[in-house]
T-cell receptor
Framework: AQSVTQLDSHVSVSEGTPVLLRCNYS??????LFWYVQHPNKGLQLLLK??????LVKGINGFEAEFKKSETSFHLTKPSAHMSDAAEYFC?????????????FGKGTKLSVIP | DAEITQSPRHKITETGRQVTLACHQT?????MFWYRQDLGHGLRLIHY???????NKGEVSDGYSVSRSNTEDLPLTLESAASSQTSVYFC???????????FGSGTRLTVV
């Protein structure tokens, strides 16, 4: 079984300040981990993914995430928030059990950016 | 370019009617998925398929069915629509372990 917990349902930051969106996961197998972003009334866009290579993963739009197995965490960060980053962010886990490709989503973190 | 398309984008239907939502992908992916998105719940898996003629139930499959007669399509059918099925539905596809997932643009379904 696998699960994802996004620790904050809503995060508010000022433009130009760092962003931290927290995610903890649980998986019985070596997981693949993803962050997706969803802008209002839009579909889901892949920000970045971890698939057992480098533990620090760089994504699009200046986002990055670090896989920490000991802490079962995969937090998303960005050094400086931009107004266009305001969106909902989903942390997602996919199990590596042979033949299992299902995604399990966290409940999302809504990021607000204050000008 | 390869893509995954959902239709219709918006649908209003009455309680008790049968509704089918279409999902078509040109990635040639074996794996296809249907999710529903509801406020406070994130996305939840409804059904999924790992290949032609393969279908499996997900977390919230009651009241839904799928069929996979070819690689490109995984239509989602609501046998008898209920107000609780008012939601935004997303289709996704994937090539296998370690690969990203591509999502369609979603179908907003309202059951009145």
């Amino acid at each position: 079984a696998q699960s994802v917990t996004q620790l904050d349902s809503h995060v508010s930051v000022s433009e130009g300040t760092p962003v931290l969106l927290r995610c903890n996961y649980s998986s019985s197998y070596s997981p693949s981990l993803f962050w997706y972003v969803q802008h209002p009334n839009k579909g889901l866009q892949l920000l970045l993914k971890y698939t057992s290579a480098a533990t620090l993963v760089k994504g699009i739009n200046g986002f990055e995430a670090e896989f920490k197995k000991s802490e079962t965490s995969f937090h998303l960060t960005k050094p400086s928030a931009h107004m266009s980053d305001a969106a909902e962010y989903f942390c997602v886990v996919s199990g590596h059990r042979a033949g299992s490709y299902q995604l399990t989503f966290g409940k999302g973190t809504k990021l607000s950016v204050i000008p | 370019d390869a893509e995954i398309t959902q239709s219709p984008r918006h649908k209003i239907t009455e309680t008790g009617r049968q509704v089918t939502l279409a999902c078509h992908q040109t990635w040639n992916h074996n794996n296809m998925f249907w999710y529903r998105q509801d406020l406070g719940h994130g996305l939840r898996l409804i059904h999924y398929s790992y290949g032609v003629h393969d279908t499996n139930k997900g977390e919230v499959s009651d009241g839904y069915s799928v069929s996979r007669s070819n690689t490109e399509d995984l239509p989602l059918t609501l046998e008898s629509a209920a107000s609780s099925q008012t939601s935004v539905y997303f289709c996704a596809s994937n090539a296998g372990q370690g690969y990203g997932y591509t999502f369609g643009s979603g179908t907003r379904l309202t059951v009145v």
